[in-house]
């Protein structure tokens, strides 16, 4: 007999829009396997308030608490792919926001640690990886900009709000061939992804095109 509950219904659908996204990816360039792999197994629809999941698959940002927001998948897929990320690798992230790129982070990584100034965010996003049997990811509240020295060095450092300028401190934190991506400029101009990659002294970069992200805010949040 065909099972018809709801929730197999919802799954599939799920499934099939999932699996446009990967094709539209795809169509945008993006051939890294274990990235598209790691996009088609983690269900955005978790990660974005109720109301909006019916456009989880769509490539768009959407609105998450606190005022912050979820990045477009193709931003997520474009910041991965570039970051390069191994599977012995320790990645720090800043700006968990919604967790949901810190999960696909923690698909291809050893470890994952990440922050944000929202207490209530980082709460959120650790509900959702434990429901995904996530167990690879510290998360912490706090203010990204000092990064995590404890932790250092990190392979890889992913921030996920804009900068107004290099972040020389978090350049530090990681280790020698260590690559750490950054959207770099004004909260509401024109913003550019920009690598570093850390080569004994020298540190290299390169520009990845126009985004938009919300700005790095120093300090921790007061309230939430
Ligand atoms: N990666 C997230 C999107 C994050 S939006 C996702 O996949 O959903 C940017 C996040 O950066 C917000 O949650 C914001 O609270 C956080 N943020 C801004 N300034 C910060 C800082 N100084 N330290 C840590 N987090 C910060």
């Given at each position: 007999m065909?099972?018809?509950?709801?929730?197999?219904?919802?799954?599939?659908?799920?499934?099939?829009?999932?699996?446009?996204?990967?094709?539209?990816?795809?169509?945008?360039?993006?051939?890294?396997?274990?990235?598209?792999?790691?996009?088609e197994?983690?269900?955005?629809?978790?990660?974005?308030?109720?109301?909006?999941?019916?456009?989880?698959?769509?490539?768009?940002?959407?609105?998450?608490?606190?005022?912050?927001?979820?990045?477009?998948?193709?931003?997520?897929?474009?910041?991965?792919?570039?970051?390069?990320?191994?599977?012995?690798?320790?990645?720090?992230e800043?700006?968990?926001?919604?967790?949901?790129?810190t999960?696909?982070?923690?698909?291809?990584?050893?470890?994952?640690?990440?922050?944000?100034?929202?207490?209530?965010?980082?709460?959120?996003?650790?509900?959702?990886?434990?429901?995904?049997?996530?167990?690879?990811?510290?998360?912490?509240?706090?203010?990204g900009?000092?990064?995590?020295?404890?932790?250092?060095?990190?392979?890889?450092?992913?921030?996920?709000?804009?900068?107004?300028?290099?972040?020389a401190?978090?350049?530090?934190?990681?280790?020698?061939?260590?690559?750490?991506?950054?959207?770099?400029?004004?909260?509401?101009?024109?913003?550019?992804?920009?690598?570093?990659?850390?080569?004994?002294?020298?540190?290299?970069?390169?520009?990845?095109?126009?985004?938009r992200?919300?700005?790095?805010?120093?300090?921790?949040?007061?309230?939430?």
């Amino acid at each position: 007999m065909t099972d018809t509950s709801g929730t197999d219904e919802a799954g599939s659908d799920h499934r099939i829009k999932a699996a446009s996204l990967i094709l539209r990816l795809r169509a945008l360039g993006v051939s890294d396997r274990r990235v598209l792999n790691a996009m088609e197994t983690v269900p955005r629809e978790k990660f974005v308030p109720p109301e909006f999941a019916d456009h989880a698959y769509d490539d768009r940002a959407l609105p998450i608490s606190c005022g912050q927001t979820i990045s477009a998948p193709s931003v997520v897929a474009l910041m991965t792919a570039q970051l390069d990320v191994r599977d012995r690798h320790k990645v720090l992230e800043i700006g968990t926001g919604s967790g949901y790129q810190t999960a696909i982070l923690a698909k291809l990584a050893r470890r994952v640690t990440t922050i944000d100034r929202y207490q209530s965010l980082v709460k959120e996003a650790e509900a959702r990886w434990t429901v995904l049997g996530l167990r690879n990811i510290s998360a912490m509240a706090g203010d990204g900009t000092a990064g995590w020295s404890r932790q250092a060095p990190f392979d890889r450092i992913l921030v996920t709000a804009a900068a107004k300028q290099a972040p020389a401190n978090l350049v530090a934190q990681l280790v020698d061939g260590g690559i750490l991506i950054t959207p770099l400029g004004p909260a509401d101009g024109v913003q550019r992804l920009t690598l570093f990659e850390k080569d004994g002294e020298q540190v290299e970069t390169r520009d990845l095109g126009a985004v938009r992200f919300v700005p790095l805010v120093a300090g921790v949040a007061q309230n939430l």
